[in-house]
C-alpha cells in the first residue's frame, strides 16, 4: 500500500510538496547557464528537489542526474557520468543508442535490461578505457549535446570527488566547467563543510557556483499539504516539526505513521508515540555503531548530543570527567567516523533520529 508521505525513498512527482521558491531560485540560475551548489543537513531533501526540477524541465532541457556516494575511484567517477549521460536522453532506445555511438570516440554503449526493474537501459562499455579517455569521450559528448539543447548536469554527493586522492578532480572539472556553454553544473551533498571547503577561496572551484542552502520545508506548506490526508492542526504540525528539528524526512515519516493510524484527529499523544516507534526501530543498529566506540569517544557523543557548542567550558568537562585534550580527540575521531558534523560554531549529530537517540542516553 503505498503512502502519501514518502519519508526514505525519493518523492515521485504527484508527492512532491512546497519548494516553490526554491524551484523558482534553481530556475533562475539555471537560465542562464551558471552553475549553482545546493547544500544542507543531511535529509532535507536536495535529492528530492533536483530530481523534481529536473523531471519537471525536460521539455526544454537534457537532464542528467548523478549520484556519487558509493565512487572510490576516478574511473567510478567518469563511469558513472558516462552511464548518466547515456541514460539522459528521454528518446528510444534504438535512437539514442545511434545517437551516442556517433558522438563516442572510444566507449561503446550498448542496450541492458535492469535485473531490478526490468527497465530497458544503456550501459556504456569502458573496460579498457582510461580514466582520461573517459572524461573526455564524456565531455565531449556533452559539448555535442549542448549545442542542440541546454543541458543540466546536476552531481550529487558532490563531497564524494575531495576522497579521490590520486588525481585533482576539483581542477580537472573546473577546466572543463568554464570552457563549457548552455551547460549549468549542479553541484549537491550534505557534509557542508566538505564540500564547502571545496569552493573556498583560493580553490580551484572558487567562484564557480552560487551557494545556496537549503532551509527545512514551511511549514505552511507542510499543513497545506497533510491537511488532504490527515485531520491536524497547525499546532500540531509545528510540534513535529519542532521535534523533527525540520528535517524533511523525520517530518514525512512521522506523518507517514500517523496516517497508517488513522484515527481522527491527531493528538500529542500519537505524535509521541510515533516518534518513540521511530526511535526504538533505529535502537539495535545504533546500539551496533555505539559499541564500536571507546569509552571517551562515548562520552563525548554524548556531549556533543546534550551541548552542541561551548562543551570545552570546565563546567562540562568536570561533571563527565573528562580532559579537555582527551574530549578534543575523541571529537575529532568522531567527526572521522562522520557521527558529527561540524557547523562554523559548534559540532551537530548530522541524523535527527541518532541526535535523539544520543539525547535519550543522557536524560
Ligand atoms: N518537497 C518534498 N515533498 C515530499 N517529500 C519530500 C520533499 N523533500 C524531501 N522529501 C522526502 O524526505 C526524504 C528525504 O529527502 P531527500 O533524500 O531528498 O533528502 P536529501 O537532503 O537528499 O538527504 P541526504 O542528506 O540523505 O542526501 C525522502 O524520503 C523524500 O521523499
Ligand atoms: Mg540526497
Redesign the pocket.
Known sequence: MSSP???????TNE?????DEELERIAKIVQYSNNLLIH??????????I??FLETHQDNHLSIYVDIFDITSKEDFAKSLLKALSNAQKIDLKSAVKNLTSFFKRVRVEPTIDTKTLEYSIKPIVATLSFEEMMDDFFYTLDQLSKKQPIILAI??FQQIAAIKDVKLDSLLRKYIQQRKNISFVF?G?KRHLLTSLFAYKAPLYELATHFE?QP?QIDDICD?SSRFLNIDEKLISYIYEKSDGE??MI?HILHLLYIQKRGAVTKTQIDESLKEIINSKDSSYKIVFDTLNNNQKTALKIVGKYKKGFFASSVLNEYTIKKQTLQSSVESLFKKELIDKEDDGYFIPDRTFELWVERLVE
Not at 508521505?5 to 518523492?11: A, E, I, R, V, W
Not at 508527492?15 to 519548494?19: A, D, E, H, N, V
Not at 544542507?40 to 528537489?49: A, D, E, I, Y
Open positions: 508521505f514518502p519519508y526514505d525513498s525519493l518523492s508527492l512532491f510538496f512546497g519548494r544542507s543537513k543531511r535529509r532535507m531533501g536536495k535529492s528530492s528537489l530530481n523534481y550529487d554527493e549537491l550534505s537549503l520545508l499539504y524533511t524526512k514525512q
